[in-house]
């Protein structure tokens, strides 16, 4: 008995994506510049990587280390942000202590209260201080390897596609970069570290999303000559989207549980994730970064779009046509 193929989308799903870009780019337009706002007037909660704290590695003498007991004895020694995390074994602990004011002085006298509020059972085997000049440092080179991916990404695309692609694409992913910003200055989520490698993700996922659906617009190109360009790109878009929601899905579900059960660690990862990849990656690959070749003038120079960009029924292949007299969505 042959069991039937799953099919998460029907292969005459013929959905007009390019109706909605009249929608879709100045709601755009308005969640970046709300999110600039936020930027400017809220600003980033930034972590202990990017405005200095002590660092300490300790080790449980007595078993695996019971980080809800010791965090709720931390946070009561009014030292500011304190964040524990567990490596390794289930003994190892890394704590973050947020930068004290008052210099060096403070830094000690913090962490020498630790010490006590943690007893004898507790083995230190690593104190660092990041002072605020390392902290400045490591958010300068974060926003470098932030900007030199930008133009990595843009100088490939260039070669691999044409110009209009490689802008179109650096314009989603700036959008969807903004956008998260915005985003985690409204939830004051902490931004350190693990932020930058979450942006860095989302970068990559938002552009191999991209050049999946610019592929099959690219491969459209050369295959249907007097074929409009929306009309063009919305059978890119349907013929990639089964693809895209089984991807989506997947990742959704695994950010999802690392959400809920990843604990506070990884918290500000998981969440940057989630609305990244899930909410802005997935709409800005398809009412983004798709329609704006429209408006870069993709397509154009073609012999046939010269004389007349509408293209004809016959030229439409059959399962994406409507049955309407026109052929016309």
């Not at 972590?47 to 010791?70: C, H, K, Y």
């Not at 990849?277 to 003038?297: H, K, M, R």
Request: aromatic fraction near 10%.
């Amino acid at each position: 008995m042959r069991i039937p193929l799953l099919r998460i989308v029907p292969d005459d799903t013929k959905f007009d994506f390019m109706r909605f870009r009249r929608i879709s780019f100045p709601l755009s337009a308005v969640l970046s510049i709300a999110a600039m706002l936020l930027y400017f007037f809220v600003g980033l909660n930034f972590g202990i990587d990017f405005v200095g704290g002590t660092l300490m590695e300790v080790q449980s003498r007595s078993g695996p280390a019971n980080i809800a007991q010791m965090r709720t004895t931390l946070n009561g020694l009014g030292l500011g942000e304190v964040q524990l995390q567990q490596f390794g074994a289930p003994t190892d602990v890394l704590i973050r202590i947020q930068q004290q004011p008052g210099g060096d002085t403070a830094q000690q006298a913090a962490v020498a209260k630790v010490r006590q509020a943690l007893g004898a059972d507790i083995e230190y085997r690593r104190v660092e201080v990041v002072g605020p000049r390392v902290s400045t440092e490591l958010l300068a080179f974060g926003t470098v390897g932030l900007m030199t991916a930008i133009l990595g990404i843009l100088v490939y695309l260039w070669f691999r596609f044409e110009w209009q692609f490689a802008l179109g694409a650096m314009i989603a992913n700036v959008h969807d970069l903004v956008l998260t910003i915005g985003f985690m200055s409204l939830a004051q989520i902490d931004f350190d570290l693990t932020s930058i490698a979450a942006l860095l993700t989302i970068l990559g996922y938002s552009l191999n999303d991209t050049v999946v659906i610019y592929d099959r617009i690219r491969e459209m190109l050369r295959r249907y000559k007097k074929m409009s360009m929306a009309d063009l790109l919305n059978i890119s878009v349907n013929s990639t989207l089964s693809r895209s929601i089984i991807t989506h899905v997947t990742v959704t579900l695994a950010l999802l549980a690392l959400l809920l059960f990843g604990g506070p660690a990884i918290h500000s990862f998981t969440a940057t994730m989630m609305f990244g990849v899930v909410l802005v990656g997935t709409y800005t690959s398809i009412f983004i970064a798709a329609p704006i070749l429209i408006y870069l003038g993709v397509g154009t120079a073609r012999p046939e779009a010269k004389e007349k960009e509408t293209g004809t029924r016959d030229d439409i292949p059959a399962r994406f046509r409507d049955p309407s007299p026109t052929g016309r969505r």
